[in-house]
C-alpha cells in the first residue's frame, strides 16, 4: 500500500523527503509518478486535482496538508467513508501567534498608515495606542486560536475569545471566553482589533458582514486570518469608507490569488498579505501524517480526525 500526495501547483520536494525520514518503511508517491490507483490508502491533500479521490478504491483516509479542511469538504468526491484528518502542530499555532502579534502591534503604532505617507512624502505624527490599552478579540478559540489568545494575554493585551460552544476543557483560561451567537455582542462591544482564525463551514461563510463588523467599537480593526469567504467584501469596505473601521489586515481570500483589479488591492485602508500567516513546515508535521499512515495499517482510531458534520 502506498500515500499519495495529491497536491499540485507546490515543489513537493521537502515534503517527500520529510515524510521519507519520519516513515522509512511507506510508499511515497506523487502525481507526477505512475500512480498505481489501486494501492493508495492513505493521500496527503492542498490544491487536489477534482476528481481524483474517486478514482482511488483502496483509500481510507485523506490528511490535509495544512490546518484547514474547507478545501477537502467542499468536494463532493470524497465517499462517506474516507476518514479526514487534519494538522494540529506547535509551529503553525507559534506562527499565527507571531504574525497577529506582529500585525496587531503595526496597527498599534499606525505603520499602515505611516507607509501610506512615506510613498507620498509626507511628515505627520499620529498618537500610538499601547499594549495594556488594546483589546483584542479572537474569534475561533480552537488549537490556534486557543494558543494566540494565550501568548497576548501573557504580553498584556486585553483579550476576549469566541467561540461556537462554550466549554474548553481544563482550567479557566487567562482571557475571557463568549461562546454561541448570544455571546457575540458583549465580545464585539469590548473589542478595539478583530481577530478571525474561524475554520470556514457553512456556520461561518459571511459571518464577518456589515451585521457583525458595525457592533465593533467605531475605529475598529480587522484581522482575517481565516479563509476569505469569511469576508463580505462589500460590506467590509463601505464600513472602512464610512471610517467606522480604521483598517482591515486580509491575508486570506476568495479567490487566491486575489484577482488583478480587486479593490482591496489599492484601498488605502486595507494591509493584504498573500495567505502567509502561518505555512505547514514539512519536516514539523511529517510525524503526525505517518503516525495516521501506521495507525490505517493497523486499524487504530486515527488523530485529528475532523466531525465532517461540523466542518472541523
Ligand atoms: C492554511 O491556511 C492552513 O489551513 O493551514
Redesign the pocket.
Known amino acids: 500500500m502506498a500515500l499519495l500526495i495529491t497536491s499540485t501547483g507546490k515543489n513537493l520536494d521537502s515534503w517527500v523527503a520529510a515524510l521519507k525520514e519520519a516513515g522509512p518503511e511507506v510508499d511515497i508517491l506523487t502525481l507526477e509518478q505512475d500512480v498505481p490507483h489501486e494501492r493508495i490508502l492513505m493521500a496527503l491533500a492542498w490544491n487536489h486535482p477534482p476528481g481524483i479521490f474517486r478514482t482511488l478504491p483502496a483509500l481510507k483516509c485523506i490528511s490535509?496538508m495544512?490546518?484547514?479542511v474547507d478545501h477537502l469538504l467542499s468536494d463532493p468526491d470524497i465517499p462517506e467513508d474516507v476518514a479526514v484528518v487534519r494538522?494540529v502542530d506547535p509551529m503553525?499555532a507559534r506562527d499565527m501567534f507571531e504574525f497577529v502579534l506582529a500585525l496587531i502591534l503595526g496597527h498599534n503604532r499606525r505603520l499602515p498608515l505611516f507607509a501610506q505617507q512615506q510613498s507620498r512624502g509626507l511628515w505627520k505624527k499620529k498618537r500610538y495606542r499601547r499594549i495594556r490599552d488594546t483589546r483584542v478579540g479572537v474569534m475561533g478559540t480552537g488549537a490556534i486560536g486557543h494558543h494566540v489568545c494565550m501568548g497576548l494575554s501573557a504580553l498584556g493585551f486585553s483579550v476576549s475569545g469566541w467561540g461556537r460552544s462554550a466549554s474548553r476543557e481544563g482550567q479557566q483560561p487567562p482571557y475571557r471566553r463568549h461562546a454561541g451567537a448570544g455571546g457575540l455582542a458583549s465580545f464585539l462591544r469590548d473589542t478595539d482589533i478583530l481577530v478571525c482564525l474561524l475554520p470556514l463551514t457553512p456556520e461561518t461563510r459571511g459571518i464577518l458582514n456589515r451585521e457583525l463588523l458595525s457592533q465593533l467599537p467605531r475605529g475598529g480593526v480587522l484581522i482575517n486570518l481565516g479563509r476569505g469567504p469569511h469576508v463580505v467584501e462589500q460590506d467590509l469596505i463601505a464600513l472602512l469608507d464610512e471610517g467606522h473601521l480604521q483598517a482591515a489586515s486580509l491575508d486570506?481570500f476568495d479567490p487566491e490569488p486575489l484577482p488583478e483589479g480587486h479593490p482591496f488591492w489599492k484601498h488605502p485602508g486595507v494591509q493584504l498579505t498573500p495567505?502567509i500567516a502561518?505555512l505547514?513546515d514539512p519536516a514539523s508535521v511529517a510525524p503526525q501524517v505517518i503516525e495516521n499512515y501506521r495507525r490505517l495499517r493497523r486499524g487504530e482510531p486515527l488523530l485529528h480526525r475532523v466531525d465532517r458534520r461540523h466542518g472541523y
Open positions: 490535509s495544512g490546518a484547514g494538522i503553525l486570506v495567505h502561518s505547514t
